[in-house]
């Protein structure tokens, strides 16, 4: 079975290793994983600017690069999230609105993609490591990496003390409102560390880069993965870090 | 108070300790409370439902309500009024209290005055003005407002309030303030006073029910008993939206309002108000009056994504899940409204060039949305809000990020050429004119340009078949 | 008319804003089905007033109700008390006789309310799922009586629980007279309350800090 990856512009430029464990694991379970070439971005930037019109036409070079029927898998659930968003840009009854409405239906962030395949466990992926768990807000709750995560044996899972409290980043908050956004990070990371992890994993890029940066600031050495690096590795692909 | 200054604000109180911790300890405190209720609550999500439609049902008849609202109030004896704006609401309250000769005023709990600003009206009509409920009372005398929709002084310690009724009320205030309930025991005696003394009580509404004219009024102290039961004359100050349509529908309202609120079954008190006194009673009003206030609320029902934003009832809930409030507070709003509810409603009453900041105050995380026992999107509300200051006109950042992304060549050639300039990006964040991105790689390591993902895919599918 | 052009003003603009965009049709869930008033009834209650800091007792007759009110002013060591002359089964009198040694005190009196130590009611309903007491004014029945004095002492008598306060509407439309609804209904559930200062839960901050309850427990 054929699935489409669509790659978040952060992944492509600053954690193309996220792609590529995306790709092994996809790969390891059976299926054949086309990358549509000439992607740059989802359009959650100019979308949550309030630039809809911008949005807009982003969308629609995503009808034309991510062609039915096959799924559309994304290691990002910003960038899902916003695929399923879509149908909210364009007005009922036009073309454009089937089309996003159309795209939307296929559209799975990864972990929640892999959670619905039953192949992942007969595969016995195995991983000795206590792995906090970043549940990123952008996945609206979804304990789709939860459970994915679950299934790798020897692999225990942590929770942060608020595991839904957002770890401040929040694209453009961020630089609009830096200092609420450390605030934020600062905690979150603090609630993190106290639960004394070999490694930290999440399955959203924008929350690692975030999470992964501050720690890096402050010589922290406990390593920063998203899930389908944990679940390369787990399943014996290497390199799982590029 | 002017929420121009929201961006600064918000890094003030971020750097504040003192504010963190308090705000830290009350919103976990609430928030406990409420989630231990709300475990509790059998069937919530069909009460949640009903509570909404209730509010939804109101809103999509909202001009024949206030019709037939105004029509049983007034069959029950209450004076009916209308407010476009605050001016005019806070003419009308005056005239009220110069009309039947207030010289002590005492006030329940009502955000509606504070945004209308209605105190020093009733000051320069004569009248002494005495908020009643005790955390509202407790910032009066501080000159501050409230800083939060529940617990209005949650920001002033034991101390603080000592402090308070010795400086401003000259009490005699034992152990510094240590036994808190001596200290609301002084506030009882001395607001006692004033509510035997008063000419005229103002209060808000919680809601108003349009099938019998009645208004309602949840309370825990007892103060707004106080104020409409002793005064002569009652004024309620209620936001228009809040009217509902039958007594079934404020029933099931107040189901969900004081668990949202509070995380109890029901509040120590509720008032169903129809009408002045009856003949022959020998306590409550004889003059009891419904200020119906718009001041922006008319324009915000014509679209039909924001006017979700008036389905609130004030429980306050949102503002204990938001991160953001729980790092700032209510201050830095520099509104009668803060956090979720009330970055939405101060973007949608006042002016725009005041408002820029306020909606981009978010993380989209939708805590916020999840808490509301109304189903309240904020989220998407937030982000109608930003396309509307957008306006179509991004701003120069954005706009080149979405040109480049709109053409994948040109896109291809930027990221290269900055890979190749500063591929640690150690010096274009730190260009002039970004903005808060130089503070952000001060607190982040930032990300590497590293070989594109496509680049690599491409070389491991070539690797891959030559093995 | 100002005020004429106020309404119009703002009732123009409403009905425009509606009409540009109409609202969609919204579906009601049905209201859950309400736990019935059972043999069980004053325990339920009784679960509640003991979070709350109420004290339930229950007398079979109108004299032991007589004595327990005496009662509670005894260990209260009230010196005075106002009552509804609106009370069940001849309860007035026989208050008024347990409570000899008191100064009674003018209910329909502002200055006596102010001073009364004691406040004594009766109810029109109360409601299961959150012990909520209702009380509705009217002449014989006074607003003040259960909110200025320190102590509010409540005669409930058990015909009047109802399963829940979606019992509420119909308890006011029966209310209701040839000039409309009382003038006033309260729902009291506990005693009154702040957490205002640093959220330390302190009872009877304006209105009563004691709320004691006699369930009269007899048809």
């Known amino acids: 079975m054929r699935v489409l990856l669509q790659i978040p512009c952060l992944v492509e430029d600053c954690l193309p290793e996220i792609g590529l464990a995306a790709v092994a694991v996809l790969e390891r379970l059976g299926f054949d994983v086309e990358h549509p070439v000439g992607q740059t971005c989802c359009g959650q930037l100019a979308y949550k600017t309030g630039d809809v019109s911008a949005a807009r036409a982003l969308a629609k070079r995503m009808f034309d690069l991510f062609p039915g029927p096959d799924p559309v898998v994304s290691p990002s659930g910003s960038c899902a999230k916003m695929l399923r968003t879509y149908p909210q840009l364009f007005r009922r009854g036009t073309t454009d609105y089937a089309r996003a409405l159309e795209l939307a239906g296929r559209t799975y962030e990864f972990c929640e993609f892999l959670a619905s395949q039953p192949a992942m466990s007969r595969l016995s992926p195995t991983l000795r490591t206590r792995a906090c768990l970043h549940r990123s807000c952008q996945l609206d709750g979804s304990d789709a990496p939860a459970r994915v995560l679950g299934q790798v044996r020897g692999l225990t899972l942590l929770d942060p003390a608020r595991p839904d409290r957002c770890c401040g980043f929040g694209g453009l908050f961020s630089v609009q409102f830096p200092s609420v956004s450390e605030a934020l990070l600062e905690e979150k990371v603090d609630e993190i560390l106290a639960t004394q992890p070999d490694m930290i994993v999440t399955a959203e890029p924008s929350c690692l880069m975030n999470i992964g940066g501050y720690l890096a600031r402050q010589g922290g050495k406990v390593p920063v993965l998203h899930a389908a690096q944990v679940l390369a590795k787990a399943l014996g692909d290497s390199p799982w870090t590029a | 108070m002017t929420p121009r200054a929201f961006r600064e604000s918000c890094a003030k109180a971020a750097h504040d300790a003192r504010l963190r911790a308090i705000l830290d300890s009350s919103t976990r405190h609430f928030q406990e409370t409420r989630s231990a209720e709300m475990d509790a609550f059998a069937d919530r999500e069909i009460h949640f439902a009903r509570a909404r439609a209730a509010r939804l049902a109101a809103l999509s008849r909202l001009p024949a309500l206030l019709e037939t609202l105004e029509r049983n109030a007034e069959a029950a004896g209450t004076k009916v009024h209308w407010a476009r704006d605050a001016a005019e609401a806070r003419r009308i309250i005056a005239d009220i209290a110069r009309g039947c000769g207030a010289k002590v005023i005492v006030k329940g709990k009502s955000m509606v005055s504070a945004e209308v600003d209605l105190d020093p009206a009733l000051v320069a009509a004569g009248a002494e003005v005495w908020e009643t409920d005790l955390g509202q009372f407790i910032v009066q005398l501080a000159d501050e407002p409230p800083s939060h929709i529940i617990a209005p002084s949650i920001h002033k310690s034991r101390q603080d309030v000592a402090a308070l009724f010795r400086d401003k009320l000259g009490l005699a205030v034992e152990d510094d303030g240590e036994d808190i309930p001596g200290l609301t025991m002084l506030a009882r005696r001395a607001l006692r006073e004033k509510f035997l003394a008063a000419d005229m009580g103002v209060t808000g509404a919680n809601m108003a029910v349009a099938e019998t004219g009645s208004v309602i009024l949840v309370e825990n102290e007892g103060n707004i008993r106080m104020s409409t039961t002793c005064p002569r004359v009652h004024v309620a100050l209620m936001s228009l939206e809040k009217v509902v349509a039958t007594l079934e529908d404020a029933a099931s309202l107040l189901r969900v309002l004081p668990r949202s609120a509070t995380g109890q079954k029901m509040a120590s008190y509720v008032s169903v108000l129809s009408g002045p006194r009856r003949p022959g009673e020998t306590d409550g009003p004889e003059e009891a009056h419904l200020v119906l206030l718009d001041n922006g609320r008319s324009k915000v029902m014509a679209d039909p994504v924001l006017r979700e934003a008036l389905l609130c009832f004030r429980c306050g809930a949102c503002l204990n899940s938001c991160p953001v409030y729980q790092t700032v507070g209510g201050h830095a709003y520099g509104s009668a409204y803060s956090g979720p509810i009330g970055a939405l409603l101060t973007s949608l009453l006042l002016p725009p060039e005041d408002t820029r900041d306020i909606p981009y105050g978010c993380t989209l995380c939708g805590a916020c949305k999840r808490t509301c026992p109304l189903g309240i999107d904020h989220p998407r509300l937030m982000l109608r809000l930003r396309e509307r200051i957008c306006g179509g006109r991004p701003p120069l950042l954005g706009a080149a990020h979405s040109f480049l992304a709109r053409h994948p060549l040109a896109y291809r050639f930027a990221v290269g050429a900055a890979r190749a300039v500063d591929p640690h990006l150690d010096l274009l964040p730190r260009l002039p004119g970004l903005g808060g991105l130089s503070e952000f790689v001060d607190s982040r390591h930032p990300p590497e340009l590293k070989t594109p993902f496509t680049k690599q895919l491409a070389r491991r599918k070539k690797s891959k078949e030559r093995a | ?219």
């Open chain 3, 1 to 219: 008319m100002s005020r004429d052009a106020a309404r119009t003003d703002i009732l123009f603009a409403l009905h425009q804003g509606l009409s540009d965009a109409p609202p969609e049709a919204v579906a009601v869930p049905d209201k859950p089905a309400s736990i019935p008033v059972g043999p069980d009834a004053w325990e339920r209650l009784n679960a509640f007033y003991e979070s709350l800091g109420v004290r339930l007792r229950l007398a079979k007759t109108p004299a032991e109700a007589a004595t327990l009110v005496a009662e509670t002013a005894r260990e209260h060591k009230a010196a005075s008390y106002v009552r509804w002359n609106d009370l069940p089964d001849g309860l007035a009198a026989a208050c008024d006789a347990a409570l000899a040694g008191l100064e009674r005190l003018d209910a329909a009196k502002r200055a006596d309310l102010a001073r009364a130590d004691m406040g004594i009611t009766g109810a029109q309903a109360a409601f299961l799922d959150s012990g909520s007491i209702a009380l509705s004014a009217a002449v014989d029945r006074q607003r003040a009586a259960s909110l200025l004095p320190p102590m509010h002492v409540c005669l409930l008598p058990r015909k009047v629980l109802l399963p829940d306060i979606s019992a509420l509407p119909e308890l006011l439309r029966g209310c209701r007279d040839a000039k409309g609804l009382p003038s006033c209904l309260n729902l009291v559930t506990g005693p009154s309350s702040t957490a205002d200062i640093e959220l330390m839960l302190v009872r009877g901050v304006h209105g009563p800090g004691v709320l004691e309850v006699i369930g009269l427990d007899w048809e």
